[in-house]
Nanobody
Framework: QVQLVESGGGLVQAGGSLRLSCAAS????????MGWYRQAPGKQRELVAT???????NYAGSVKGRFTLSRDNAKNTVYLQMNSLKPEDTAVYYC?????????WGQGTQVTVSS
């Protein structure tokens, strides 16, 4: 079993920055993909960014150039640096770890961007 603990959400003005962290613990296999998804009220959950164990990243078009995802394999932790935040980035952000066929989710952290 794997546990994901998220931190770093909050309220920020448009144009500001936040950094989300997600620490994984438990039975973690080295070959995995970690990342962040988000869900705004009334919308489906969507991909924000993912990163493989080797460091290959994938970003949603809406965040490319503003968000940076990194990971520390020694700590089983990923970091999402979010810059130039917009009101449309407001959502609950969920950490995810995939090691096929397992798929684990954190409880979510709220990010609110005021205009």
């Amino acid at each position: 079993q794997v546990q994901l603990v998220e931190s770093g959400g909050g309220l920020v003005q448009a144009g500001g920055s936040l950094r989300l962290s997600c620490a994984a613990s438990g039975m973690i296999f080295s070959n995995n993909v970690m990342g962040w998804y988000r869900q705004a009220p009334g919308k489906q959950r969507e991909l924000v960014a993912t990163i493989s164990s080797e460091g290959s990243t994938n970003y949603a078009g809406s965040v490319k150039g503003r968000f940076t995802l990194s990971r520390d394999n020694a700590k089983n932790t990923v970091y999402l640096q979010m810059n130039s935040l917009k009101p449309e980035d407001t959502a609950v952000y969920y950490c995810n770890l995939k090691h096929w066929p397992q798929d684990y989710w954190g409880q979510g952290t709220q990010v609110t961007v005021s205009s």
